[in-house]
């Protein structure tokens, strides 16, 4: 949710934090805006829209100085308008403010300072923000005198302990032309280390151009920062953070030959797979040797229960996750929606594990349940992408998925890469415990070899998934239905259809379409069956049948060599055969690409969905 990035340095600021919002965009794209300071002193520009919309606006009125603050707005507080776009001015107009997160005491703290004469030119917590800090500063400073360093950072420490909620910050002041401060609480702030020039911004992508060497803040973290040098403190307290390399590149986020990073990411999948196994499975033990968990096997081994905790579809691949941990690893497993278990006073057995699940590490409502199981005394496993998210630092164990850099809103690539490793955990715990055997570890790590392959045949396909595409795109709603490992497949392509298209879907277990869905079926609702050729093959044709009866269009994504759902089906996608368990690596890429294509055809923006931002950082 909203993208910051912050430059001081030797080079022309705007033109540095302006490719640095094109490079965040996904994270809101309803407005945007930018501040920089020179001799004459602040130089501000905000508008409603897109990042493209600010570029035009500066081209027009060019901004100069070497030090400046900028935002991309995804909306909480006050409608997308020129007046609620960031950066925000306190009462003095001589420090300014961007902000991602929610100040949940806003409204008390917004009546306090109207009662003491401020006057607010928006909607937004974050304007409050800034005149609370405004307020503190000038409590501060002798009136007459100019405030230094350290007083700003005193006004921002003084000022978010009124604050409740979350923030990531970047704020400016008129008098100070050589620093600028950042703070986070529940929102992600990285701080980038260059020569001459430091950053910060809401993730690496707007500062790997300049730099790899990055700081992750932590909660309670504030940085004072020069072109030169940085001071950090945890509250109130001078503390050092590790510098960490980034191990991608600018380049992995670029587009190249791609329309759309949505299209990219879809593509790269066989390569991210390929390069996992390569570097996971262990052919001759018939397992997979997760490096992080390693130390940690005999522990896990031991496990009674494992607790998967995600949103969205982190959520899915965590269903998924349940049915692989079940049948390969023996451990009973249950999947908790991240948003309702931070509420309900759960109770854990001993001997559990919680899995919190998500790509970006930033997601609100996973770290809260993620705490809550640590309050109890729960070991904690984050699977996350991030390197140096919240997340991966506050769980017991992490394990990476190497989905790499995913700018798509959408998520595909990090969603096959989180079924990977769950995969492998549920591989390498199942030998560990000795629910496989030898024979049967390596029949399952032979099937896996072969997965990207076969997912690059699928890929091969897309001229055919484009004519179903033009067939399909007219119609405003769909079922989806899939069957154990397919159900949450079937969850997914759902998802992807309604995130990019806008077109109505829903996901369900195939049997539960009698229990009510079916009343639904007519000719103007085709239905997305799921249906492979597994264990339960008969059954899912049996509920495809229901459908057809009553005249329900119907896509089918089979296995290839199935002549029986031909005659069936209306239309059929088909994908190579493989083992039931891994069959969701290979089914939803069809999924994906319709989508894809779907939206297009609808002329919708796949990248940038409305409402939708990248990493839901806020509840």
Sequence with gaps: MCGIVGYVGRR???????????????RGYDSAGICTLDGSGLQLRKCVGRVDALIAAVRAQPLHGQLGISHTRWATHGLPSDANAHPHLDQSGRLVIVHNGIIENYADLRRRLVEAGHHFQSQTDTEVLAHLIGQELDRLVPRGQRPGPEQLVTAVQLATARAEGTYAIAVLHADLDHCLVG??????????LGRGENFLASDVSPILPHT???IYLHDGDIVLLFADRYQLWAGTQPVERPVETVQWSAEEAELGRFPHYMLKEIHEQPGRLADELQRALRPREGTAELESLTPHLDELARLRRIVLVACGTSWHAALAGEYLLENLAGIPTEVECASEMRYRNRPFEPDSLVIAISQSGETADTLAATRLARQQGVRTLALVNVVGSTLARESDWVLYMRAGPEIGVASTKAFTMQLLQLTLLALSLGRQRG????AEGRRL???????????QRILQAEPGIIRLAKKYYRFTDFLYMGRQFNYPVALEGALKLKELSYIHAEGYPSAEMKHGPIALISPEFPSVFVIPRDALYE??????EEIKARNGPILAVATAGDRQIRQKADDVIYV?????????????????????????????????????????TVE
Excluded at 435 to 438: E, G, H, K
Excluded at 539 to 544: A, I, W
Excluded at 579 to 602: G, M, N, S
């Design 12 to 26: 022309d600021a705007a033109p540095i934090l302006l490719d640095g919002l094109k490079r965040l965009e996904y």
């Design 183 to 192: 703070a986070r609480r529940g929102s992600p702030l990285v701080l980038g």
């Design 212 to 214: 790899r060497q990055v």
């Design 435 to 438: 629910r496989l055997s030898l």
């Design 445 to 455: 790590v032979r099937a896996l070899q072969t997965i990207p392959a076969k997912v």
């Design 539 to 544: 059954k899912n044709l049996s509920n495809l």
């Design 576 to 616: 190579p055969p493989t083992l039931d368990c891994l069959q969701p690596l290979l089914t939803v890429i069809p999924l994906q690409l319709f989508a894809y294509h779907v939206a297009l055809l609808r002329g919708c923006d796949v990248d940038k969905p409305r409402n939708l931002a990248k990493s839901v």
